[in-house]
């Protein structure tokens, strides 16, 4: 059982940076593969990035070289560093939790959700 909450979302110029940042609380966080998704108005929730419980990271190829995600299990936190940000971007970002690191795709297979922080890209 672990609870997540997200903050650092805000509103930003194209080519600027953001971090973000997932709290958990209730559980070790070393016990769980992250992970941060994306939804956009009219579009899928997509996966954005993973970092499993060894610390090795997966990316989608729409953000590789430009996100990175970190973690501190002694802190019980989860960071997205988000730079050279474009207004694609622009979505509400969600960090999850599983047992094991399901792909990207099955978002469905993640066990637990933040509720969300809002991140606007603007030109």
């Known amino acids: 059982q672990v609870q997540l909450v997200e903050s650092g979302g805000g509103s930003v110029q194209a080519g600027g940076s953001l971090r973000l940042s997932c709290a958990a609380s209730?559980?070790?966080?070393?016990?769980?593969?992250m992970a941060w998704f994306r939804q956009a108005p009219g579009k899928e929730r997509e996966g954005v990035g993973r970092i499993s419980s060894g610390g090795g990271t997966t990316y989608a190829d729409s953000v590789k070289g430009r996100f990175t995600i970190s973690k501190d299990n002694a802190k019980k936190t989860l960071y997205l560093q988000m730079n050279s940000l474009e207004l694609e971007d622009s979505a509400m970002y969600y960090c999850?939790?599983?047992?094991?690191?399901?792909?990207?795709?099955?978002?469905?297979?993640?066990?637990?959700w933040g509720q969300g922080t809002q991140v606007t890209v603007s030109s």
């Open positions: 209730g559980s070790t966080l070393s016990r769980y593969c």
């Open positions: 999850a939790a599983a047992g094991f690191c399901f792909p990207l795709g099955r978002d469905s297979r993640w066990n637990y």
